[in-house]
């Protein structure tokens, strides 16, 4: 069974720009969670998303925002970029919501300069 | 504000000696508690897992344990194996309401040979 897929690994982009982010979840995995992980503050909790819809969000800006498809198949997207938005963003899915053994991706590493 | 706290950035014991790790929380509703392993350029790999309605459980090497009245959990590594040096987060989750996992600032183990 093949694991999490988030594309790209790695992406640059400049301040003021957008980025979007994919993760593609277990197969037969409806949830598909959004964090961000920075040195010293660990992995914060971006959203989650369950057959289609967002089911908990945490405390971010709403610049980022994202969306699931039919397919489980998430994207994250983050407007007006900011040096801070700098980070390790890391998908996770599992075949219900709530958190429990959650299956993560290798990550997008997103540098904004 | 953070809920799930490792207060140990970093953990060196020698290769066959015990690891102990250690993670604390606030909130007692939390009724679900896990530890990931984080190799660098990876995802988070989940290592073991507790229920709040257990103390201890044990898988081959690894053992968590589990204090509510403190708040604490552990993860012992017995014995230590120089593959085992990675980052190990300590998750919680289960609050009404908030589908998703809550994450400690990780503890960065070396297993020195």
């Known amino acids: 069974k093949a694991g999490v897929t988030q594309t790209p690994r790695y992406l640059i982009k400049t301040r003021g720009q957008q980025v979007t982010l994919s993760c593609s979840p277990i197969s037969g995995h409806r949830s598909v969670s959004w964090y961000q992980q920075t040195p010293g503050q660990g992995l914060q909790f971006l959203f989650e998303y369950f057959s289609e819809t967002q089911r908990n969000k945490g405390n971010f800006p709403g610049r980022f925002s994202g969306r699931q498809f039919s397919n489980s198949r998430s994207e994250m997207n983050v407007s007006t970029l900011e040096l801070g938005d700098s980070a390790l963003y890391l998908c996770?899915?599992?075949?219900?919501?709530?958190?429990?053994?959650?299956?993560f991706g290798q990550g997008t590493r997103l540098t904004v300069v | 504000d953070q809920q799930v706290k490792q207060n140990s950035p970093s953990l060196s014991v020698q290769e066959g000696r015990i690891s102990i790790l250690n993670c604390d929380y606030t909130n007692s509703m939390f009724d679900y508690f896990l530890w990931y392993k984080k190799y660098p350029a990876e995802g988070p790999t989940f290592l073991i897992s507790i229920s709040s309605i257990k103390d201890k459980n044990e898988d081959g090497r690894f053992t968590v344990f589990l204090n509510k009245s403190a708040k604490h959990l552990s993860l012992h590594i017995v014995p230590s194996q120089p593959g085992d040096s990675a980052v190990y987060f300590c998750a919680a989750s289960g609050l009404p309401g908030a589908n998703n996992l809550f994450f400690g600032t990780g503890t960065r183990l070396t297993v020195i040979p």
């Open positions: 996770a899915s599992s075949e219900t919501t709530g958190g429990y053994s959650a299956f």
